[in-house]
């Protein structure tokens, strides 16, 4: 019997497995797609989640972020990272790079589907593989946290969407450019020397082309035709009930998430797999819940606060505003983040 069966091939998973077998647990991954999986994504790690991956012996190249550029039709504020540069990656070469790190360390990741999850006393059994604990990696949507009753309610706020594309134009900032309507964010992150990231966060159900339209600066930029079709997600907030039943576990953004407001995404999944590790190795699944809420109550206080303004049009308009007016207390959140 192994010790942690981790579903999903995604870089959630992939952290959990790579932290799991540095600690010495004997680990195996099932993942059904073949990868290196694409998927609507910001593309910009912030330094912590750079640090983080280093820390698990994952390098990833990408192009140098300085820091956050907030931009509206009327404001620009800009804020550098304190902790060193962040990196725009490509999430294909985020995920290869992972998966790399999980070969070089011996861990088998096999083309199977969890389907049903069985629980004993000391054991979990799923996709044919009984192990110790389960790490549910599975994503947003995860059929897991559903099949277990961990799902949230959603709550009366709109549902927030994520659509991204590529273009093939020199990035004219070493920053995450964040352009501000009044409806919509687009995030422009440089993740190659011709390459920029458009992703796009709203609550209106349009194409891309109708959504980059509220932002005639930003598309003035942009060549005509973009290099790669559209990738979307959402809705984006799905609120979690726990993080852990029995000996299940809940990772990365199958484990709860806000919004990609601010970009956290793949710091928290890492920095959730070494809680996850630490409480496995410690025979204490319940102490997991707590140590999730512990590493992740600063950037869900933070989005969450951000969120609210965003859904209040008076409170939304005067948000790159007040980032100019105020650049100290911009470059302090944003570094809180970071």
């Given at each position: 019997m192994i010790d942690l069966l981790v579903a999903g091939g995604g870089p959630a998973g992939l952290?959990?497995?790579?932290?799991?077998?540095?600690?010495?647990?004997e680990v195996v991954v099932v993942e059904p797609r073949p990868g290196p999986v694409d998927k609507a994504c910001g593309e910009g790690l912030m330094p912590a989640a750079v640090a983080a991956l280093a820390e698990l012996g994952v390098a990833v190249e990408g192009r140098p972020l300085r820091g956050i550029?907030?931009?509206?039709?009327?404001?620009?504020?800009?804020?550098?990272f304190r902790a060193g540069p962040g990196r725009g990656v490509r999430?294909?070469?985020?995920?290869?790079?992972?998966?790399?790190?999980?070969?070089?360390?011996?861990?088998?990741?096999l083309p199977l589907r969890v389907d049903v999850v069985r629980q004993q006393q000391d054991r979990v059994t799923a996709a044919g593989i009984t192990a110790r604990y389960l790490a549910a990696a599975d994503g947003l949507h995860s059929p897991i946290r559903r099949a277990l009753g961990l799902a949230g309610p959603a709550g009366p706020a709109p549902a927030r969407y994520g659509l991204r594309r590529h273009f093939a134009v020199a990035p004219w900032t070493d920053c995450v450019e964040v352009h501000w309507s009044a409806r919509a964010e687009a995030y422009v992150?440089?993740?190659?020397?011709d390459l920029v990231g458009v992703a796009?966060?709203?609550?209106?159900r349009a194409p891309f082309e109708r959504q980059l339209a509220a932002f005639p600066d930003l598309a003035a930029r942009?060549?005509?035709?973009?290099?790669?079709?559209?990738?979307?997600?959402?809705?984006?907030?799905?609120p979690v009930r726990a993080r852990a039943l029995g000996r299940v576990l809940l990772v990365g953004d199958a484990a709860g998430y806000v919004d990609a407001l601010t970009g956290e995404g793949v710091s928290l999944a890492v920095r959730g797999a070494a809680e996850l590790v630490r409480c496995v190795r410690a025979g204490r699944p319940?102490?997991?819940?707590?140590?999730?809420?512990?590493?992740?109550?600063?950037?869900?206080?933070?989005?969450?606060?951000?969120?609210?303004?965003?859904?209040r049009p008076l409170l939304a308009a005067?948000?790159?505003?007040?980032?100019?007016?105020?650049?100290?207390?911009?470059?302090a959140v944003v570094n809180q983040l970071a």
């Open positions: 952290a959990t497995a790579i932290r799991a077998a540095c600690e010495g647990l550029r907030y931009v509206d039709t009327r404001h620009e504020a800009e804020a550098h999430r294909t070469e985020l995920h290869a790079a992972l998966s790399r790190r999980a070969a070089r360390l011996g861990v088998p990741v992150t440089p993740v190659g020397p796009l966060l709203t609550s209106d942009l060549p005509a035709i973009a290099a790669t079709a559209t990738r979307g997600a959402g809705p984006l907030r799905q319940g102490e997991y819940e707590r140590a999730w809420r512990a590493m992740s109550r600063r950037h869900r206080a933070l989005t969450s606060a951000l969120l609210g303004a965003r859904g005067r948000i790159v505003p007040a980032a100019a007016r105020f650049p100290g207390l911009f470059a």
